[in-house]
């Protein structure tokens, strides 16, 4: 049997599909009802609004979001905010200019390491890149 640290509490759990221990999966399932409860009375609530109501975080909602058990096609103002700026979006990480811009600062730095080849400069676009590829 295979165990691990639970993400959400750090006790050790067997592992599952679930990625977490029993009692926080509980906890986390308690948490999606909660949302979903709330977002079929209220279809107009944001995250914010959810959040405050049901007191799940925001981190959490997020969560439930990309994972697709909350729809936003349900819920029209659920907006998630840009990693990088906080503009509302509506999937994936980051808003479309702060992707833009990413996409721009990477194949920059690449060129920087094709250019600085076998040289110092090298390293230290690849940290440049490692560095924003994890905010
Ligand atoms: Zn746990
Ligand atoms: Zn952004």
Redesign the pocket.
Known sequence: MNVGNCPHCGKLYALNVMGCCPTCLREIEQQYVDCAEYLRKHRGANVQELSDETGVSIKQITRFIKEGRISVVDAPNLMLP?E????SIREGH??E??RSRLSKDLSSAAREVSQGEGRSLGAGAYRAIDKSGRS
């Open positions: 840009c990088v700026c906080g503009t980051m808003c200019s702060c």
